[in-house]
């Protein structure tokens, strides 16, 4: 297969389409001011190839994409533990919600919905023994995996720290049941950061590549990212919350397993072959990319790849 031309031919399909309909993130300052007629995608194989098209170079706020890769360090630092503070099940229920929280006693229904990877920051900050610690473990985890150097953007993270009244209220919240055993504060701080983490198309594609290569470093030679079941686990959790109450919908209509952003980007999984970056900042009513998702439509109609 292609993958360049069809990645090429994705790009000019959708270019039409780019301003024409959804809406940048406004609810963080920092990102209100993105420019929506921006796409790009790139995709990585267990191979080792890449392709590439459109913005995929251009740096965006991961946001929520990142809960894919404090995940990973949790359940390679805490193992099993992980799942006695954090759910496996979808929550049906917007990614930033606190309703569900009450009713289940402080415990997040998984770790892609905000409280959930609060709950995984928690542990973080644990294992690192600081809010400083958990951060700097995050940037050397995904230096490590697109093999170059990635940072925080300092102005979205502040932007959010400023007006994070949800995620403020969802840990103080699960610190009152007792689910949060640090500080709140770093906590906080290692989760805004997190979300503000930059990146391109193509790194993104590359830093997930383990995901499609059983847990195998993207870059031959190093140890495993996560083992085989970890990994499988980790796809399992994509496909069913990756996009929260939009998972189903995915599942539907494009069939692999996802992790969306309100920055606008996706990584999509076909396991054994593999990842797939999508960005484009524009959402929908549920805060997945509007083109990113209709790019990975078209790239599955076009390659026929899917889980199912
Ligand atoms: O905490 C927030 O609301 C954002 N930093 C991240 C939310 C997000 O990306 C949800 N994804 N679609």
Redesign the pocket.
């Known amino acids: 297969m292609n993958f360049q031309t069809i990645l090429e031919d994705i790009v000019a399909t959708l270019q039409p389409e780019l301003g024409a309909a959804g809406t940048v993130a406004s609810y963080?300052p920092a990102l209100a001011c993105v420019d929506p007629r921006q796409l790009g995608i790139a995709l990585h194989t267990c191979r080792g190839e890449e392709a590439a098209a459109g913005d995929s170079a251009t740096p965006f706020s991961i946001?929520?994409v990142s809960k894919l890769f404090t995940l990973t360090l949790a359940m390679q630092r805490v193992g099993d533990a992980l799942w006695e503070r954090i759910g496996r099940e979808p929550s049906g229920n917007p990614?930033?919600s606190l309703v569900q929280l009450e009713n289940e006693q402080g415990k997040p229904r998984n770790p892609f919905i905000?409280a959930g990877a609060i709950a995984v920051a928690d542990r973080l900050v644990t294992h690192a023994g600081s809010g400083e610690g958990a951060k700097a473990d995050i940037l050397a985890l995904m230096t490590s995996l697109s093999g170059e150097p990635i940072g925080f953007d300092a102005e979205v993270a502040a932007s959010?720290a400023a007006t994070?009244y949800r995620?403020i209220a969802l840990a103080n919240f699960m610190k009152s049941f007792g689910k949060i055993d640090n500080d709140v504060a770093p906590v906080l701080d290692t989760y805004f950061n997190q979300?503000a983490v930059r990146m391109n198309c193509r790194q993104l594609a590359r830093a997930a590549g383990f995901l499609c290569r059983d847990g195998a470093h993207p870059f031959g030679g190093r140890s495993d990212v996560t083992n085989e079941r970890q990994t499988r686990r980790i796809n399992a959790l994509m496909l069913t919350c990756g996009t929260?109450d939009a998972a189903g919908d995915v599942a539907f209509n494009i069939g692999l397993p996802c992790k969306?952003?309100?920055?606008g980007g996706i990584v999509a999984v076909v396991p054994d072959q593999l990842t797939l970056a999508v960005w484009s900042p524009a959402l929908d009513a549920t805060?997945?990319s509007l083109l990113g998702m209709k790019a990975l439509e078209l790239f599955v109609a076009k390659t026929r790849l899917s889980v199912f």
């Open positions: 963080i946001q929520s990614f930033n905000n959010e994070g995620n979300c929260y969306s952003g309100v920055g805060g997945n």
